[in-house]
Structures are given as structure tokens and as C-alpha cells.
């Protein structure tokens, strides 16, 4: 079992930025692979973001391309999201999600456990 805490949202103006973390506890947090996903308000969850357990590769929706880092640190159990030029269309309660595995996962299904989320707000 591992339990999974999100920090870091809030309310930001377009073009800003945040960096959301996710703190891990209980068993050992290099053994899972991580993802962040998103809900907004009468959406699905959707896929954000995901590392390997090692951290070398990663993969990224097409939306958060080039604007979004997803990195973690195995010494302090932590996965982070930073997130550049911040849209509206960004709104949504972030997740990290986490499951034992060997490679990257980017839906839903994949993942066992989660977080409760953090609300990020881009205002136009």
C-alpha cells in the first residue's frame, strides 16, 4: 500500500506557473511508476503526465507538450509536475497516481493507487 498527498495547487493568471508535488509513504517509492492526471468539472479523468520508475523516460499528453515537467526524487518520495504558461483550459483537479511497474502508464485503469487531488485554477 502507499499513500499519495498533492500540494502545490491554487489559483494562477494565464502564461503562470505552478509546480505541483506529490509526497509518497509506505512502501518503497522507486519501485512505482507515477502519473498525474487531471478532472475538470463534467470531464473524464485524463492523462497529464508519467516517469518511469528510474526516472529516465517520460511521456506527455499532446495538450501539456512542451509546457509541462514531469520529474520525481526517489531520496524524498516525491514526483512533482512543473507547469508553464498556464491556460484556462488548464483548469481541473490534479492527480498523482502510482502503481508497481517497470515502465510508463497513461491510462486511468493502469494505475492502483491515488491521490485526493489539488485544484488548479487559470484565470483568462
Known amino acids: 500500500q502507499v499513500q499519495l498527498v498533492e500540494s502545490g495547487g491554487g489559483l494562477v493568471q494565464a502564461g503562470g506557473s505552478l509546480r505541483l508535488s506529490c509526497a509518497a509513504s509506505?512502501?518503497?517509492?522507486?519501485?512505482?511508476?507515477m502519473g498525474w492526471f487531471r478532472q475538470a468539472p463534467g470531464k473524464e479523468r485524463e492523462f497529464v503526465a508519467a516517469?518511469?520508475?528510474?526516472?529516465?523516460?517520460?511521456r506527455y499528453a499532446d495538450s501539456v507538450k512542451g509546457r509541462f515537467t514531469i520529474s520525481r526524487d526517489n531520496a524524498k518520495n516525491t514526483v512533482y509536475l512543473q507547469m508553464n504558461v498556464l491556460k484556462p483550459e488548464d483548469t481541473a483537479v490534479y492527480y498523482c497516481?502510482?502503481?508497481?511497474?517497470?515502465?510508463?502508464?497513461?491510462?486511468?485503469?493502469?494505475?492502483?493507487?491515488w491521490g485526493q487531488g489539488t485544484q488548479v485554477t487559470v484565470s483568462s
Open positions: 497516481a502510482a502503481r508497481d511497474g517497470s515502465s510508463f502508464y497513461t491510462t486511468v485503469p493502469s494505475y492502483d493507487y
Open positions: 509506505g512502501r518503497t517509492f522507486s519501485r512505482y511508476a
Open positions: 516517469i518511469t520508475r528510474s526516472g529516465v523516460s517520460v
